[in-house]
């Protein structure tokens, strides 16, 4: 049961990093015809998800949130996460990625961790 738990911890951990990388790929498809802004957004909207990510939702951060408030950022910030992967087009990227947290968050929430 222990591995589970780890493996399902690692999984979460891959889920944060794959924002990362859709709000990165948004940001590039949604830029218009700007090469400046495609780059704005897209080297500058994981950056903003990294640092709320760390200064309210990590687990080591002195100013995190408190529940529910945690639990109400973080959907946030998944929920913007989809909506950012489904705005480009890759709406069976956008449910499985969806499906993925929920069955992570489910696990986390049984689990405790």
Known sequence: ????????????????????????????????????????????SPILFAVVWGIFLAPKSSMQLGEPWKFLMELIVFGFAGWALYSTGKINLTIAFGVIYLLNKILMIIWRQ
């Not at 990388?21 to 080297?43: D, E, Q």
């Open 1 to 44: 049961m222990e591995s589970l738990k780890l493996l399902n911890l690692g999984l979460r951990f891959l889920l944060e990093l794959c924002i990362l990388v859709i709000f990165g790929y948004w940001g590039f498809k949604t830029g218009g015809n700007s090469t400046v802004m495609k780059f704005l957004l897209g080297i500058g």
